[in-house]
DNA sequence: ACTAGAGGTGTAAACGCTTACACAGCGATA
DNA sequence: TATCGCTGTGTAAGCGTTTACACCTCTAGT
């Protein structure tokens, strides 16, 4: 059924009826919800396509991810979906996604978006993180782009990141593990460079810990790759306390060789990481880690990328999502601390 | 720049370049490739909405999810997803996502996208399953549906079904267990009803082996409820050598129990479990269980549904796709088998 | 030489909506 | 009573494609 259709049938004008589908224009209150009634009746509802393309908007946004499909951290896109999808159906939006292919051609692919008006705006994932020619690239169209990045670029014009601010999490580890008692902790960092190690060994010397060069060891992405550094780190003369595992794909790996090396977690070692995968309270012992909110990262691009279409202007918004500290069960204070001066007082 | 704008600059009408495009209509050779060429070079793509206001067709499909948002099992949505989308791409389909939201309202949602022509047609995917009387309703619609459903309803118009057959990888499990050596089998169900039980059952009966009434258990859906039904089960008099675990996710609460008991995997107890979760690889120790292919139940689905559409017609097939043991190192011959019988024959 | 048919191209009417503009009715003001 | 302004409604011109139809130019068949 039609506009013109239904507005002959119900006895008004086509712009009548249009007036009342979006409540503005002049129109009394009384024909607007006979209107609003007699759609619901007799089941009308305006082609989208039409109204696309009428309104030069479609309240559509693209999703576009781009990179390495792992495994087991590929849920972190499930909770960035989630995410986007919430703050989009508050607005009235719907979502739409991009075919799967290589990457080479996805750039066109967007552009190819941007220019048919398939979406009004789209945000845009990559992992481990989105090329910053890219961006340049994408900012010269007429179209709004969110995106979730890793290592924030010079602004740029129609394009508002959102990236992760790792300091707070990383300092909550810092607080537990001293305030446990921990003063010589390990380090299994996953690729270099890594600013964490940095920022974890700031927090932990602020506050009277340390992480001892040879206790540095980059292992890789893998469960595996986990494992065999965790036998690496801890088999040396001086064994760290605790360890702190970059990603909690590492640690799970790590966690199965401590378990093999005869050790026990915690009481031998503590184990921190970072991420909070689904599963990471059902490790044993369950992980303390590090909580990256991944939905709220999705929320926040929507809602810059959003706030542009609007106002049909760059707020150029660069924002950050903070991180936070989820204690489990894989954390206890040094045996030796314990005995040595006696000091459960630190526990919680 | 509109297709009228671009034909002027490249000196043909807009019915050529529309021709062009499509490839279809009459038109020379060398006018075709002429006018693709400078829609390269000048940027020219068509307004999507236009296209298909004209067509009378998106090209785009919806994917409508419903159900229960469960922490570890929802990846699966992953994998349909990358198989939905790796068909649709092949056929040049778009995906448009349902916005978020109660699941009362799920219905008008999909109804609205068919009405208002967004999409050509639609996946529904249901957790536990999608109501047949939904199904029903759907069936009326102008549109086609691929649904994927747990329990195959009666074949509706326009409504494509696939659904999984349990059975190959059941079977398997049987054959495993029972080449293994074990006869006496625990069962730690999910929720019942579960026709599972008895198509294990049969197919552990068929091959000497058993499953004794007060060896099956209903246990749940988390870990922890895995951990506690596995803790009864084996804490009886006369404990089974292998336990088959319905899910994964139970699976991962149930070793951990198994483990607190003081017995080990596979040593004293056996565990097979179902799903094939990603993490399935990466417990201790790495779970045998019955991987479900969802990519494929997503390939199939989207291809039923695009046969329909090609056609104009319902293709009621109801097709279903088949599961296949994954074997790991949560299994081995029992105990008593390897004194008694001397029987490490049926080593693989 | 004339016509039939086929191949190539252009013109213009859809497709189903929105909205600027015109216009009718009507109470208030002068 | 004529004028103004305001409210509510209808008319019709877009929005950017597709495609039926008309037209023109060939070549081939008679």
């Not at 595992?245 to 378990?259: H, K, N, P, Y």
């Not at 050790?263 to 031998?268: A, E």
């Amino acid at each position: 059924m039609t506009i013109e259709e239904f507005a002959r049938k119900i006895g008004v004008s086509t712009a009548t009826v249009s007036r009342a589908i979006h409540g503005k224009g002049r129109i009394s209150l009384q024909t607007r919800q006979m209107v609003l009634q007699r759609m619901e009746e007799l089941g009308f509802t305006p082609n989208l396509h039409a109204q696309s393309l009428a309104h030069r908007r479609s309240r559509t946004i693209g999703l576009e991810y781009l990179g390495r499909t792992e495994v087991l951290s590929d849920m972190f896109l499930l909770a960035l979906a989630r995410g986007i999808q919430q703050v989009l159906s508050e607005h009235g939006y719907n979502l739409l996604l991009n075919p799967v292919g290589v990457s080479t051609e996805r750039e066109s692919l967007l552009r190819r978006w941007a220019r048919s008006r398939a979406v009004d705006g789209a945000i845009v994932v990559g992992n481990p993180d989105v090329p910053v020619e890219w961006l340049q690239r994408l900012g010269g169209q007429r179209i709004f782009y969110g995106v979730i990045v890793r290592h924030p670029p010079p602004p740029i014009a129609n394009v508002g990141c959102v990236s992760l601010d790792l300091s707070q999490g990383i300092r909550q580890v810092a607080e537990l593990l001293c305030s446990l008692g921990h003063s010589r902790i390990g380090y299994l960092g996953s690729i270099e460079p890594d600013p964490v190690l940095a920022l974890l060994r700031d927090e932990l010397t602020a506050r009277g810990g340390d992480i001892l060069a040879e206790h540095v060891i980059y292992a890789g992405r893998t469960p595996d790759d986990g494992a065999r550094a965790a036998r690496q780190l801890l088999s040396g003369e001086s064994r760290p306390t605790a360890v702190f595992v970059r990603t909690d794909v590492l640690a799970i790996g790590a966690m199965r060789a401590i378990r093999e090396m005869g050790l026990q977690i915690p009481r031998h070692v503590s184990v921190v990481s970072h991420d909070d995968i689904p599963f990471a309270p059902f490790t044993d012992p369950p992980l303390t880690t590090v909580r990256v909110d991944y939905e709220q990262l999705g929320k926040s691009a929507v809602e810059m990328l959003l706030a542009m279409l609007e106002r049909q202007e760059p707020v150029n918004l660069h924002c950050t999502v903070h991180t936070s500290l989820v204690q489990r069960a894989s954390v206890a204070p040094p045996l030796h601390h314990q005995i040595s001066q006696g000091g459960l007082s630190h526990h919680a």
